[in-house]
């Protein structure tokens, strides 16, 4: 485990909101040196604690239908049913959870029809999917994949 002051938090949160802004910028922002931030942002990535990645937004490239699915899956084939749903580009985030169902993903596709198509072709064909609930998101309000800290 990594152990964060307080800013590195404050670097990580500025990062998250722009990961190209200027080394020089957030020194003056945080009332310390550019060599202190840009020493502080490298090793944060060299110890895996952030990465620098471009968020694309869905409906600017033609994935406007996004939606959260449950799986229920046969316990022996989890492993599998993993696998091959990561391998699908529609899947964008996957989790084995607890609860309800065993595993959660979000998919990003063109339209309804992609969307409907993914749920009773592509989940109907991966053997151990025993049942699935699709909620359809209407608007997303806050991308996944960022940890806010």
């Known amino acids: 485990m990594v152990t964060l002051d307080d800013l590195d938090r404050k670097l990580i949160s500025e990062l998250q909101k722009d ?3 200027a080394h020089t910028e957030l020194a003056r922002r945080f009332g ?3 060599s202190t931030v840009t020493r502080r942002i490298r090793r944060l990535i060299t110890e895996g ?8 937004d869905a409906d600017m490239i033609g994935l406007g239908s996004s939606a959260m699915i449950g799986l229920n899956v ?3 084939h989890i492993d599998s049913v993993l696998e091959q749903l990561a391998a699908k580009s529609q899947v964008h985030m996957l989790a084995l959870v607890a609860g309800r169902y065993n595993i959660a993903a979000i998919i990003a596709v ?5 969307l409907a198509h993914f749920v009773m072709k592509e ?12 909620l359809l ?3 997303i309000r ?8």
């Open 74 to 76: 046969d316990p022996k």
């Open 49 to 56: 604690v952030v990465r620098i990645v471009a968020a694309v």
């Open 32 to 34: 310390t040196s550019k």
């Open 137 to 139: 998101a209407l608007e």
């Open 142 to 149: 806050k991308v996944p994949s960022l940890l806010v800290i």
């Open 19 to 21: 990961g190209y802004r």
């Open 110 to 114: 063109p339209s309804p029809k992609e």
């Open 123 to 134: 989940l109907a064909g991966i053997e151990g999917i025993r049942a699935s609930e699709t």
